[in-house]
Nanobody, 125 residues
Framework: QVQLVESGGGSVQAGGSLRLSCAASGATPSVNCMAWFSQAPGKEREGVAA????????YYASSVKGRFTISQDVAKNTVYLQMNSLKPEDTAMYYCAARRSSYCGLARISEYAYWGQGTQVTVSS
């Protein structure tokens, strides 16, 4: 089992920044990919960014490309999401997720076996 704990959410004004963190524990060597997903009220959960474990490759949703940056500290088993130039439409609950399959990306969401509890991001205009 892998446990994921997110932190760093909050309320900011449009144009502001937030940095989310996701600390993983447990069977972390089995994880091949970490990702961030968002879910706004009344909407489906959607992928934001993903990063293969120990890799510099990254994958982003088109809506956040150029504004958000996903990174990882392998030694700390922690993944980050730096969110800049935030917009009101970024308001959502943000979830950290992990998968064991070799595929790493924002599709095949059902293959993400482990999820955090979520952290709320609210952007006001």
């Amino acid at each position: 089992q892998v446990q994921l704990v997110e932190s760093g959410g909050g309320s900011v004004q449009a144009g502001g920044s937030l940095r989310l963190s996701c600390a993983a524990s447990g069977a972390t060597p089995s994880v091949n990919c970490m990702a961030w997903f968002s879910q706004a009220p009344g909407k489906e959960r959607e992928g934001v960014a993903a990063i293969p474990s120990g890799s510099s490759s990254t994958y982003y949703a088109s809506s956040v490309k150029g504004r958000f940056t996903i990174s990882q500290d392998v030694a700390k088993n922690t993944v980050y999401l730096q969110m800049n130039s935030l917009k009101p439409e970024d308001t959502a609950m943000y979830y950290c997720a992990a998968r064991r399959s070799s595929y790493c990306g924002l599709a095949r969401i059902s293959e993400y076996a482990y999820w955090g509890q979520g952290t709320q991001v609210t952007v006001s205009s």
